[in-house]
């Protein structure tokens, strides 16, 4: 079991950058696959950013409409994971959960992912 919680959302201005967290627990947090994704009111669940470790390598996945404004990155010693995004915009207006699933394999599908965390608000004003 991995218990998965999120921080750091917020009101920010068009233009504006945030920094989300997600702190893990429960078990080896290096062995798990980590993403971010948002859902809008009336929208499904989509994602965001993904991070996963093969070997030595760590390969970084982005959703097209957030390539070059966001980036992922986690800090295994403190098993935590991170979303920087900067350069909001209205529409980036979201809930946004990290999730994590077993493995080093890539995917944007929710259904790949076995554990959420509750989320945290972002919403962006013009």
């Known amino acids: 079991q991995v218990r998965l919680v999120e921080s750091g959302g917020g009101l920010v201005q068009a233009g504006g950058s945030l920094r989300l967290s997600c702190a893990a627990a429960?078990?080896?947090?290096?062995?798990?696959?980590m993403g971010w994704f948002r859902q809008a009111p009336g929208t499904e669940r989509e994602f965001v950013a993904g991070?996963?470790?093969?070997?030595?390598?760590?390969?970084?996945y982005y959703a097209d409409s957030v390539k070059g404004r966001f980036t992922i990155s986690r800090d295994n010693a403190e098993d935590t994971m991170y979303l920087q995004m900067n350069s909001l915009k209205p529409e980036d207006t979201a809930v946004y959960y990290c999730?994590?699933?077993?493995?080093?394999?890539?995917?944007?599908?929710?259904?790949?992912?076995?554990?959420w965390g509750q989320g945290t608000q972002v919403t962006v004003s013009s």
């Open positions: 991070i996963r470790r093969s070997g030595s390598l760590t390969y970084y």
């Open positions: 999730a994590a699933r077993p493995g080093s394999g890539q995917t944007t599908q929710t259904t790949d992912y076995d554990y």
């Open positions: 429960g078990r080896t947090f290096s062995n798990y696959a």
